[in-house]
Structures are given as structure tokens and as C-alpha cells.
């Protein structure tokens, strides 16, 4: 079935296929402010979807079916460097591009080690909510315009995207006051895999983004 049918049918029609609006990417960092909430609210909605027919955890393969058993399998298996594709042998990039193993390694160790604390977290999520795949209508609606890599997981992957995409906008820390007011508890991000990407087509300038975010993460969310 086409993604873009089984996810309309997942959501009893409630995501719309070929929204228009601006692209979000367009936003400047005040009219951000202006539409955040609509961005969380889309967000939740998607999570909100009844996934009691689905089984499994990951990104939905060509059968739309989400193929990891458990989220540790699903992190595990997103970094074998054996699986064909486009990540087969992706470790040759600690030694031909500026990804450093070390810090992959310490990261990927800390996604495993809490791994056990996101197992149950099932949602639907889009899983691509780069601004670029975002669009905000007249009325300030939200959209996500891309379904390509959905799947089953913790919805924070969603947010995680939103703040390794643009970390100045600050949105963890409007997720966690948007959480306080909504009543919504708020685990935990995510973000190795984003960093994975960039370092694979030579983006520097968003992988040193991405790491500083991370690095900053911790400490940003402290004194909450």
C-alpha cells in the first residue's frame, strides 16, 4: 500500500497529504515564537494516533510494517554497519570524514544505556520534522508535508528533530513549559542518528550544530 494511503488510513484521515502553506523554514525566530504551540499541538496530535493495529518499533519498511521488536533492537539495527543501503559500511566515515568515533561511541553508549526507559514509548511519529518538510497555512495551521521515513517510537523524536534542525529556537525548553501548562510529562531526546547524516554528505557546519547542541543539552535542561 502507498505510504502516504496507509498513513491517511492510520489517522482516519485526519493528516492532510498535500497541505500548502509557507514553508516553515522560512519562519524568522519571532514568528517562531508566534507558532510553536501549533507545531507541539500538531505533533501530539500525530502521537495521538490509535497504532493498536501496528506492531513493532522503527521507521515503516516498504510493507508499512514497523520491523524491531523492541527500542533497543531499533537503535541497535539503525547503526549496523552490515545492513544494506545507504548506511551499509557507514563506520569507513570515522576515517574519511570529520565524524569522530569517540564521540559516536559515547553517545551511542548513553542511547543504549537508557534505551530500557523508552521501551512501551509506541507512537506514531513523522520522523522527519526538519522546517524544510513543515508548512504553516493562513490560519497558523501546522503540516508535516513528508511521511517518507515515519514509524513507530517515542513521539521526542519528533521534537528532537525540531532542535537539532535550528537549537537557537530553544525547544526543549518551550516543550517543557508547553508540557508544564498541557499537564504532559516529558522523558527524554534523541538525536545520534541527525548527526550520522550530516557527517555522511560532508555537512560540517551542521554536524559542529548538532554536537553542540547535545553537548549543551544536558546542561540547558538542568534547572528544570
Not at 565524524?99 to 542511547?111: G, H, P, T, V
Request: glycine content about 4%; some cysteine.
Amino acid at each position: 500500500m502507498n505510504r502516504d494511503i496507509f498513513i491517511r488510513n492510520l489517522t482516519n484521515e485526519k493528516i492532510e497529504m498535500c497541505p500548502k502553506g509557507r514553508n516553515a523554514n522560512e519562519l524568522t525566530a519571532t514568528e517562531f515564537e508566534k507558532y510553536y504551540e501549533r507545531f507541539f499541538d500538531m505533533i501530539f496530535e500525530i502521537a495521538g494516533t490509535d497504532i493498536s493495529s501496528e506492531s513493532g518499533y522503527g521507521e515503516f519498511d516498504e510493507n508499512n510494517k514497523a520491523p524491531y521488536k523492541s527500542v533497543e533492537e531499533f537503535i541497535r539495527e539503525t547503526f549496523n554497519e552490515r545492513r544494506e543501503g545507504y548506511w551499509q559500511n557507514w563506520t569507513e566515515m570515522f576515517e574519511s570524514s570529520f565524524l569522530k568515533k569517540e564521540y559516536f561511541d559515547e553517545i551511542f553508549s548513553r542511547a543504549m544505556k537508557y534505551s530500557s526507559y523508552c521501551e512501551g514509548q509506541r507512537y506514531l511519529a513523522n520522523n522527519n520534522t526538519f522546517f524544510r518538510n513543515l508548512l504553516v497555512d493562513d490560519t497558523g495551521k501546522t503540516y508535516c508535508a513528508d511521511w517518507g521515513r515515519a514509524g513507530i517510537m517515542d513521539y521526542m523524536m519528533d521534537f528532537a528533530i525540531l532542535d537539532l534542525n535550528k537549537p537557537y529556537l530553544l525547544v526543549p525548553e518551550k516543550l517543557y513549559e508547553y508540557a508544564k501548562k498541557k499537564k504532559i510529562e516529558i522523558k527524554d531526546f534523541k538525536g545520534i542518528d541527525t548527526l550520522r547524516w550530516h557527517a555522511s554528505i560532508d555537512d560540517l557546519v551542521s554536524c559542529e550544530s548538532i554536537v553542540k547542541s547535545i553537548n549543551a543539552l544536558e546542561e540547558r535542561m538542568s534547572k528544570y
